[in-house]
């Protein structure tokens, strides 16, 4: 008798270890759907004032999210506020320092607010980590104060070559 029960012991005690794992996944599972929905909910708002409502839900089940935070600083950008947007890149880049577009976002923050250097820079680590910022960067407003310096052609060319 005292054989069977440590058995039965044993036997809940892996059974309550399975099932809280199951328990576990099924959580991770259901945040996982629920991010992908916001995901998708962000590209189909409209205004700027949605989508960042839409990646403040996103930060409150992730404040860790580099893109959430990046993708909000490209549209508090839009919406007119280069400081908003170059404090969320910075966050950003202490969670990942080799995210591009965290770079890229800087870049333009930092040339909306005349911080030329700055945004040479960001640019510069921007097309390093990533090259598809390079035709971008040739068409963005908010660049539009780096791309009238001889250093904007220097800057791509020395990446292209």
Known sequence: SEDYEERLLTL????KDRTDRIISAQEEITRTNTMHSLWMRAGLEATHQAKIDVYDQ??????NDTEALTYKADEVLEMG??????????????????YPYAYYQRACANSTLNHIDAAFDDLKNAIELSSTYIDEAKN???LEVLRSTERFDELLASITN
């Not at 996103?58 to 404040?63: V, Y």
């Open 12 to 15: 809940e005690t892996k059974l």
């Open 140 to 142: 963005d407003r908010s």
């Open 58 to 63: 996103i930060l409150s089940i992730n404040p």
């Open 81 to 98: 506020e280069p400081h908003w947007a170059l404090n969320l890149c910075n966050k950003a880049l202490l969670i990942d320092e080799a």
